[in-house]
């Protein structure tokens, strides 16, 4: 479907299509087996200037927007989305620094994140606190000039491998829902260090950490947006970044359907190509109807975000909600395509199959997106009424 | 700095055909930037590597079709373009085109390193770097294979010959020829993509160059009489199977042939 990019856009998907196939997919297999960090991916990534397209130039990016960063996303993901998040995930911590950094903060943390030499990490979820944000019990205390931080982060994508990391932290208890507070930590701050490194079931060649900050001293200068507004830093930067999580799922929904069609056309069975039996063409079909939906709902939510528009939760909800979902019926059935195949390691299929799940989970879990999808339309009403 | 490299404009090999006239036809051949021409662009790109404000200069001689493999060289990296075009260019041997290109260095006048890919995949000549150097009377080293050292003036480079190689250190300027070993080319980045969108082609016809009636296919010394297509020789086998049959039965057949 012609979705009318950008010349930009369209050199985007050209660059990254060519970093997957000729980068990304001769080692996801490997990475998948030793849940290493993919450094040299990422090497590739960044020479192809890729992590910068939804970056302002003034800040070293492409000058793109969110629908940029979708693209990029989306094409890395059709051959590894472990390898892709950790792009993504970068976005989700620089994002943040976008939306609420200083001058001084955008022109200290953000030209590093865009060319690639400096990964980037969020980090919000803790051992009690997940969907429930609120209820983070993670402490920054004033003292003077600083705040001293004092708790755990858990499950913290490109944990220990980012330098940046924007995190939330309780400095008013009393005060509920505004007493968070978001705060620039750089790797390598007193105090601040990595605990558990979690062993997945998908994603694999992302890094997934624990952040353990043990009176961690970080000057007020990094303290993000106002003292009290982290939940709002949080929710923004969410609002924002869903697409992403979405063009993860959309990129391994895709990868999963070329992998089914190729494999369907040569695999025979009762003397004919499999993809003779109209079982397994309704199969196909319905895999390319949801993707190009979730695409174009994806597309659509990154481009109101880029266009300006105030606030677009629902939206950004919605098409990671589909997208999620559509990967893992779509990969499931590309399991299910490939027969006893695709239940082996020798096919990327099971692989993929394993990656979409999480994409059902972090950035909230799909039944948070259903809840901000109806909080949102029951204010609509409200609204109208 | 300034570097110019040579690039073409091929059709890809494996889909021309020839006509009922016995003429090579690439008509319906899509066309691509000569692979070995990739190592050409990489070589200088590595030269940029260390020397950060050396220019780049994509050349070929070619059709106006010729734009697509222009950008493509360009996305690599590129700071400029030449594209050398006029009816009197085509179908002409390996002396005419390099005395046209030659002709071009010497309009472009700059030029302290030429590069060009060793052959193309179409002719498979080879002789274009060598009487390109001729033609400009400057020194050549061919078949490079790593380039050891480059200054302001000069380039180190190792030429590759049937033992080993030579390391032949010229002044500039000098013409070289390079060979896969130099290095896989880079992918195209993002930048170098939108850059070679942006850059502006500069065209060169016969009058431009300074070349009069001596420049024509039918002043060509050597001429193209008949194409024949190869009869296939050889069929090739395939082997069917669980892959450790597959491999058992691939070595046997190695060791029937007298391969191993
Ligand atoms: C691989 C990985 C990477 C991650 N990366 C990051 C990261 O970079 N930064 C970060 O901050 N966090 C990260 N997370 C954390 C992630 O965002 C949380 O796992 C997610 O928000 C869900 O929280 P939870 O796991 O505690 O589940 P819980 O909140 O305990 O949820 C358990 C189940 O209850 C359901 N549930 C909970 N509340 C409700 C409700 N109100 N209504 C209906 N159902 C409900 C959930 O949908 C879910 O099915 C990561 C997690 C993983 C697994
Ligand atoms: C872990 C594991 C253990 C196993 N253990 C055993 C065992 O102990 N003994 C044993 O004998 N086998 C065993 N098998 C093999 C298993 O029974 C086969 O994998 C299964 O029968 C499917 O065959 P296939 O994998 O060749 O898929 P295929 O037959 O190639 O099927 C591929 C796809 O095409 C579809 N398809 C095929 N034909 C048609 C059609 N006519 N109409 C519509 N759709 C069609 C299938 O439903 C599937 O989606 C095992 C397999 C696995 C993965």
Redesign the pocket.
Known sequence: MNYFLTEQQEAIQEVARQVANDVIKPIRAKYDESAEFPWEAVKGMKEADLFGVYIPEEYGGMGGGILDLVIAVEELSRACGGVSLSLAATALGVIPIMLYGTEEQKKKYIPECASGDKLAAFGITEPTAGSDAGGIISTATEDGDHFILNGTKQWITNGEVAEVYTTVFMTDRQKGARGATAFIVEKGTPGFSFGKHYDKMGIRASATTELVFEDCKVPKENMLGKRGQGFMVAMKTFDHARPGVAAQALGIAQGALDESLRYAKD?K??GKS?SS?Q??QFMLADMATYIEASRALTYAAAKAIDSGQDRFPKESSMSKLLSSDVAMKVTTDAV??????G?MKEYPVEKMMRDAKITQIYEGTNQIQRSVIAQNLLKELLKKS | MEILVCVKRVPNTGQTSVDSSGQLSSANAQHILNPYDEYAVEQALQIKDQIPDAKITIITMGSADSEEVIRSALSFGGDGAILLSDPAFENLDTFHTSLVLAKAVEKFGKADVVICGNKAIDADTWQIPPQLAAHLNWPQILFVKKVEAVSGESIKAQRTTDDGYDLVESQFPVLISVIKEIGEPRLPSLKGKMNAKKVQIETWDKAALGLGDEVAAEKSFVKMAKYDKLEKSIDGKVFEGEAPQVVEQFLKALEDDKVL
């Open positions: 695999r069975q009762f499999i039996f079982g397994l299910q395509i490939f027969g006893g195949y239940y």
